[in-house]
Nanobody, 121 residues
Framework: HVQLVESGGGSVQAGGSMTLSCVGSTYTCMGWFRRAPGKEREGVAAECTDDGRTYYADSVKGRFTVSRDSAEGTMYLHMTDLEPEDSAMYYC????????????????????WGQGTQVTV
C-alpha cells in the first residue's frame, strides 16, 4: 500500500490558520482524524473521488476545508479560526471503499493511516 505522510502541524494562536498536508493520498477516499489527550479519535473531514462527496464534523464546518491535488497525490486540510479545542494529533487516513454519512467518521472503516502531526492552538 501507499504510505501516508502528514506534515504542516505546529503551534498557532487562537483565531489563526494552518494547513496540513498528506502525501500519498491516492485512495478513493481520504480523510482526516484527530485525537486529543484523554479523548476518543474523531473524524474531522473526508472526501471521496468516486462520488465527489465531502464530509465534515459539525465542530469544524465552516472553518476547515479538505481538498486534494490528485496529480500530486496530496490531500490538504486548511484550518481557519482555530480554537484551543482543535489541539490534537491529526492523522491522515485512506481507504478504497465508498463512505457514507454514517461511516466516514468511524476509523474502523479506514484501512491505511499516517503517523500523525501535532497541532497546538
Amino acid at each position: 500500500h501507499v504510505q501516508l505522510v502528514e506534515s504542516g502541524g505546529g503551534s498557532v494562536q487562537a483565531g489563526g490558520s494552518m494547513t496540513l498536508s498528506c502525501v500519498g493520498s491516492t485512495y478513493t477516499c481520504m480523510g482526516w482524524f484527530r485525537r486529543a489527550p484523554g479523548k476518543e479519535r474523531e473524524g474531522v473531514a473526508a472526501e471521496c473521488t468516486d462520488d465527489g462527496r465531502t464530509y465534515y464534523a459539525d465542530s469544524v464546518k465552516g472553518r476547515f476545508t479538505v481538498s486534494r491535488d490528485s496529480a500530486e497525490g496530496t490531500m490538504y486540510l486548511h484550518m481557519t479560526d482555530l480554537e484551543p479545542e482543535d489541539s490534537a494529533m491529526y492523522y491522515c487516513a485512506g481507504d478504497p471503499r465508498r463512505k457514507t454519512d454514517e461511516s466516514w467518521h468511524d476509523g474502523f472503516w479506514w484501512m491505511f493511516w499516517g503517523q500523525g502531526t501535532q497541532v497546538t492552538v
